[in-house]
């Protein structure tokens, strides 16, 4: 009678070395920082988790949904998870006293509770818009990359300026790698780490469409800025970015993924887009922006609306193509924070001059919003966007929650 129930058993969270991009959205959405990284890993505290399943959606690869039965005194410390190179194997538990044991539906109890009552929201969704196509992940991994061949490799920038940013075009040959847009894949840079471990896997996202950088061929492109300096503006060299932009043509590359189950656009006819983007974080919204144009004429669009931060016009990566884009197709609102003469202009300011489109195009359930870029922007954009809800007399809150709800409002900051 009244045997306690055995509180030793843990359901221990962890990460798969093996998947993880490294990509730290789990580590930005644990809302208790159970989750932290070394050079090697990232790692859940077992003694800080609560199980609240906050980080397990927007993860893009799946690697965060791993969950192993541990007798509590020998859960893995983060300091054993920094040095895996892949997941233990599963243990099987000890036989316990049968007094104490727990029956089938107590020991089920005891396992589902370790969740507190954390309540945590993230700024975007967690789910595809209702009509997204289904998107495949983690074909090629880790220990089964695939190899593509570099077709095409070009700046996007101007020559004179800082931002040295390339246009990368990958092909796969015979082998299948499907994707949509808003999705990414993983590189692995060649050689070791300063621990003489192989390099993990940089993320980029897509920058064509799902039908191939060229329609009908089997390729995809990648926009990439050569990384010479870290947020900090100190000198720093970017192992994949400068490998990436010093490819040349016919060089091979390794390839994992694709990545992503969320950021995804709408497939069904007559959706709206709303993309707000800095630098190379206009990736995704190029791929989408060239799939709707694929389609111009079959009556199938919605309208585009596009917000674009750059420092200058010259360092926008795709500028000319861009302004080449019939005004009716897509409404194009260029941010420029450095252009001499000009006022400094952020992608939110924008979107509060452009107030009467924005709430026009936030009030039809076929809208739905992309934001891509800089972190920095993420707090910014959601404020700009409450303000013009309000001005409009609506709740931003009730709406905010909507977007949510139906995967129509999506972020990919880094
Ligand atoms: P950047 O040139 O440093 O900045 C682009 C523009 O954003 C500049 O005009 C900058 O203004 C402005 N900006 C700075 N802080 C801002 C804020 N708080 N709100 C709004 N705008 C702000 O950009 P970047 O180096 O290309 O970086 C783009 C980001 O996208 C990177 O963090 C990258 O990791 C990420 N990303 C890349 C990919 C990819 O596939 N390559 C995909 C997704 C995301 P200032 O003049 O003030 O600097």
Avoid at 134 to 153: E, R
Avoid at 228 to 251: F, I, Q
Avoid at 400 to 407: I, K, S
């Amino acid at each position: 009678m009244n045997a306690p129930l055995p509180a030793q058993v843990l359901k221990q969270h962890l990460i798969d070395p093996e998947i993880c991009i490294r990509c730290n959205t789990c580590e930005e959405t644990c809302p208790v920082d159970a989750i932290t990284h070394d050079s090697n890993n990232y790692v859940v505290d077992p003694d800080i988790c609560n199980g609240c399943m906050a980080c397990v959606p927007p993860c893009p690869t799946g690697s965060i949904d791993n969950w192993r039965l541990m007798v509590r005194s020998e859960a893995y410390s983060v300091q054993e998870q920094f040095g895996w190179e892949e997941l233990p194997k599963e243990k099987a538990l000890p036989v316990v006293d049968d007094a104490a044991a727990p029956s089938s539906d107590e020991a089920s109890d005891v396992l589902a509770q370790p969740a507190a009552q954390t309540t945590f929201t993230l700024p975007g969704a967690s789910v595809p818009p209702w009509s997204a196509a289904h998107p495949y992940v983690n074909l090629y991994t880790h220990k089964a990359p695939m190899t593509a061949t570099v077709v095409g490799n070009y700046r996007v920038t101007g020559a004179d300026t800082e931002s040295d940013i390339h246009h990368i075009v990958l092909d796969f040959g015979e082998l299948p790698f499907p994707v949509l847009e808003g999705q990414s894949i993983g590189i692995l840079p060649p050689g070791v780490d300063a621990q003489g471990r192989p390099h993990h896997a940089r993320q980029y996202s897509l920058a064509s469409p799902r039908d191939g950088e060229r329609a009908g061929y089997n390729n995809l492109s990648l926009t990439v800025k050569r990384v010479t300096e870290d947020h900090g503006g100190v000198a720093a060299h970017g192992v994949c970015s400068n490998y990436l932009c010093d490819l040349a043509k016919n060089d091979t590359v390794q390839v994992i993924g694709p990545f992503g189950h969320t950021f995804l656009m709408p497939n069904h006819p007559r959706a709206n887009l709303i993309m707000i983007c800095t630098g190379t974080g206009s990736a995704p919204m190029r791929a989408m922006t060239e799939r709707y144009r694929r389609r111009i004429d079959t009556g199938e669009n919605g309208k585009l609306m596009l917000f674009f931060g750059a420092r200058t016009e010259r360092e926008l990566p795709y500028f000319g193509p861009l302004m080449k884009l019939p005004r009716d197709f897509i409404d194009i609102n260029l941010a420029l924070s450095r252009e001499p003469g000009q006022p400094k202009r952020y992608v939110q300011d924008l979107i509060r001059d452009r107030a009467g489109q924005v709430r026009e195009l936030l009030a039809d359930r076929n809208t739905c919003i992309y934001v891509c870029g800089l972190k920095g922007m993420e707090v910014g954009v959601l404020d700009a966007l409450r303000d013009v809800t309000m001005q409009g007399g609506q709740d931003w809150s009730i709406l905010h929650d909507m977007l949510r709800r139906e995967g129509r409002l999506h972020f990919e900051t880094y």
